[in-house]
Structure formats: C-alpha cells, structure tokens
C-alpha cells in the first residue's frame, strides 16, 4: 500500500464562504477510479437493504444514498482505506482552522450513486461536521447555503474527480445539479462526523477521532 503523501494530489486547504469554513483535499485521479469502480461493483447488494428511515420518499431517485446508514463504506471496500485517512487528516486540518481541539467522535460513510437526471435534493445533516469525496462527479456541481431554499447567497461548488471537501453540518443545506452523463454515473462517497452521544447501534458509526 502507498503511503498517505503519495495519495495526495493537493494537500489540505481551508476557504471561507460567507460564515461556512470548507477544508479541501485532493486526492489521485487513478486512486478516485477505484473507489468508482468499487461502488458501482457494490451498488446492487447495496440496493436491496432496506431504505433509511426518513428516505422512503425519495429512494426512487436516490437509490443507494437512500440506504446511508445501513452499512459502512469502511467496512465493506478495503480500498477505501486510504480515504479514511485523508479524510482524518483533511478533518483535522479543518479543526486545526477553527481552533478546535480533537474530540471523541465517530464517522459513518456510505455512498452515492446518481445516473442520469437524478440529483439529491436539498437538505441538510444534524451532525457536526460533513463531507463528501468526487469519485467521479466532474460536470457536476453541490451549492451549500443556510437557507432551506435555494438563494443567490449560496456557494456553488463544482465537482473535481478525487476532490475531497468538508464543512461543518447543521443548518448547512446543500443539493447537487441534475447528473446529464447517460454514459457514466456519478459516483460520490459522503460522511458524517459525529459526537461520541450521537452513537447508537442503528447507523454505521466508527470510531474516528480521539482527545
Ligand atoms: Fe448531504
């Protein structure tokens, strides 16, 4: 296995939008093609879980999202490794940022899967903070805002394959444009950060931070 540095295109940087901080990485294209082809190699066994509660309405249209918190990306793709740890070392740069101290906390990663004319809507996560890895989303672009509607103050981030963001959670809105590739999906990987209390033994919660 390569070490971490050799995963890393661009290492992490923080940019402000408006009163959101967004920690970016960047990790390889080759090593983003991977996961790719390692979620759509999944997709089916993911499919026949059962939906999450609160997805049934729009499992339809989000079909592997719809099942986030029914496994754990970590847990099932060895390939993902080295994601976990971008994403820690990316996360921690993000705490560096806000004067924050590491925490006990947990992390559940699934992903998500969107063929042509779909996108997930607008929403938003209870948790602290959260994230999402390009597999292949190039065309495609996530606006994050405040506000439950969409609004002209959002920021409009589009999507680079291998480009790993995260951001803080709640009240943090966000949706992505219609997918227009019939040829290609888009495949994404996202995450949630969580408090050590958020743990429960319904959702897919590993352990990921420590004091
Ligand atoms: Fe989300």
């Keep these: 296995m390569l070490a971490l540095s050799e995963y890393f295109a661009e290492p992490p940087h923080i940019e402000w939008f408006g009163d959101r901080p967004f920690a970016f990485s960047r990790l390889s294209r080759e090593y983003a093609e991977r996961l790719e082809k390692a979620a759509i190699a999944k997709e089916d066994d993911i499919k026949a879980l059962p939906v999450s509660p609160g997805w049934e309405t729009v499992a339809e249209i989000n079909p592997t999202t719809a099942r986030f918190s029914r496994y ?36 559940q990663c699934w992903f998500n899967i969107h063929r042509s004319g779909q996108s997930l809507p607008r929403h938003h996560h209870v948790y602290p903070f959260i994230g999402t890895f390009s597999a292949h989303a190039e065309g495609g672009e996530t606006r994050y805002g405040n506000s439950k509607q969409e609004s002209d103050s959002d920021a409009i981030m589009p999507h680079t394959n291998g480009q790993l963001v995260i951001t803080t959670g709640p009240n943090h809105y966000h949706n992505t ?28 919660f590993l352990p990921f931070d420590f004091a």
């Design 72 to 107: 754990s990306a970590f847990l099932i793709m060895p390939v993902t490794l080295p994601l976990f740890f971008a994403i820690r070392e990316t996360y921690w740069h993000l705490l560096e940022a806000l004067d924050q101290k590491p925490a006990g906390r947990f992390i």
């Design 177 to 204: 444009s219609p997918w227009t590739d019939a040829e290609r999906p888009r495949v994404t990987y996202a995450f949630d950060i969580v408090e050590a209390e958020n743990w429960n033994t319904r959702q897919f």
